[in-house]
């Protein structure tokens, strides 16, 4: 809504929310702030106390992406963190992240492309995509463990698989890539 839209529905209505304050620093309404000083009237403010608080009304007053900034600012990095301080689900905070992400300059995507054309040297990995709740999980269980990410994930998969038919009874050793030479021969 442009300034002067939102002036004349201040006039009209008032104002239907109070602003957002933590920390004294004002996270939501400063154009209303700014108006209603000009017009001479008295702006209702709601301080809030806690990060969960101002967090979670900034969620909910449409404002998810300043309030996942708000949560990354004070210290908040994981996904599980950042929907507890701003009570939404860890999906939804994914979702945030992955629109706000920085995008790749066009030299990257075009290195990468011209890579995977012609078939890069360097061994290709499979990505797997995981609901960030279990990703989150995982990373916790790979760090009690006092093993990588990878190493917890292949384990927990051969749990699966040992039990189908053909499949061998035994985790294997992992497999290193073959050499180009051993490729083009065999």
Not at 109 to 137: C, D, H, K, Y
Request: proline share 4%; glycine share 6%.
């Amino acid at each position: 809504m442009r300034d002067h839209d939102l002036r004349e529905s201040l006039l009209a209505v008032g104002q239907l929310q109070p602003a957002l304050e933590y920390e004294g620093q004002l996270l939501d309404g400063r154009r209303r702030s700014a108006i209603f000083t000009e017009l001479g009237r008295r702006l209702d403010v709601r301080v809030c106390i806690t990060l969960q608080e101002a967090c979670s009304l900034l969620w909910a007053n449409s404002h998810a992406e300043r309030a996942v900034l708000l949560a990354q600012r004070d210290g908040a990095t994981s996904v599980l963190e950042l929907a507890r301080l701003c009570g939404a689900t860890p999906s939804a905070i994914a979702v945030v992240l992955q629109a706000h992400r920085p995008k790749k300059s066009r030299k990257a995507q075009t290195r990468e492309a011209v890579e995977a054309r012609r078939g890069s040297s360097r061994m290709v990995r499979r990505v797997i995509t995981f609901e960030p709740e279990l990703l989150e999980l995982a990373k916790v269980a790979a760090k009690n463990t006092n093993a990588n990410l990878a190493q917890v994930v292949r384990d927990a998969v051969w749990k699966v698989v040992r039990f189908l038919p053909g499949a061998p009874r035994h985790q294997p050793r992992r497999v290193q890539a073959q050499s180009g030479a051993r490729r083009r021969a065999g």
